[in-house]
């Protein structure tokens, strides 16, 4: 039997990949101390390593698909495919940041003022690429992590990742410039790009996992309307397209079905009740595919 090897993200992505498979319709077991959890799709082998290393082993072919983070992407330089972009991270459904950041005292006040200064980053290729397209010449150095407190005492400045810039803000450190934003992305080995049945797995859980994170935040509402009040109830209704609607057994009565955020809910059901609408069912959503 084919198998698709696939590397999970180890830390801070774990959970939320966990979860996105799980919605996509995948079970996945972690054992305390196993790296290789149970996945209930027998055509699929998961490993689970960090998100900085799997570019790296989907370059090489050792997987044939992974899940990582644009940054490290680059980072790692290595030639893989960029199937879909997974727009999520720790903290939710957006993009996160790599920063230039600086004491709130220091004199850097722009980029230029790098000019012989030093650096502190874990994504280091990206950061002298940064420089470089500047026109700025700097030290650039490696971190091994609690990058924040190096500054001024080690280095002029760190480019350091970051979702709300709370912890830049506690460490006492102003944001130059954003170096790079970067969302996680669903990336192959090429050669197994190129095998038809793997590119073939691959392109269907790339629809599942993109319908899992489009489902994130949002639910479904049936109601009941009766002809006299539907368009008043129709125009109070966001959508992602056009509601559904279909006649119900008893005449001038019609069923209407709506996605939209979750949040939204809470105000509309008592909205479209005060409209006319009845039998009003909320239900959640795992995926959503156009």
Not at 43 to 48: G, I, S, V
Not at 89 to 106: H, N
Request: charged letters at 30%.
């Amino acid at each position: 039997m084919q198998k698709l090897k696939i590397g999970l993200p180890k830390g801070s992505l774990e959970k939320m990949s966990i979860d996105l498979f799980r919605r996509a319709g995948y079970q996945i077991r972690i054992g305390e101390r196993s790296y290789a959890p149970f996945i209930d799709d027998e055509e699929l082998e998961c490993l689970l390593i960090r998100t900085q290393e799997i570019p790296l082993y989907v370059g090489k072919g050792m997987l044939d698909v992974g899940l990582a983070g644009y940054d490290w992407i680059l980072e790692r330089g290595t030639v893989v495919k960029k199937v879909k972009e997974l727009a999520y991270s720790k903290q939710g459904l957006k993009k996160v940041r790599w920063v230039l950041a600086v004491p709130v005292d220091s004199e850097i006040k722009k980029v230029k003022d790098l000019e012989g200064k030093r650096i502190a980053t874990e994504l280091v290729r990206v950061t002298r690429n940064y420089l470089e397209e500047k026109g700025v010449a700097a030290e650039v150095e490696f971190s091994w992590g609690t990058t924040e407190v190096k500054p001024p005492h080690l280095v002029d400045a760190i480019v350091e990742l970051t979702e709300t810039g709370r912890s830049l803000e506690a460490n006492n450190l102003r944001i130059v410039d954003t170096v790079l934003s970067s969302a996680t992305w669903l990336i192959a080995n090429p050669s197994s790009w190129e095998d038809t049945w793997k590119r073939e797995k691959i392109k269907n859980l790339a629809i599942l996992l993109e319908g899992a994170l489009e489902g994130l935040g949002k639910v479904g509402l049936k109601m009941n309307v009766s002809q006299a009040n539907l368009q008043k109830v129709l125009n109070a209704l966001p959508a992602l397209k056009n509601p559904t609607i279909s006649k119900l057994s008893q005449e001038d009565w019609w069923a209407v079905e709506v996605i939209l955020d979750e949040s939204q809910a809470r105000e509309l059901i008592p909205r479209v009740k005060g409209l006319g609408a009845e039998g009003i069912v909320e239900y959640p959503l795992n995926k959503v595919v156009y």
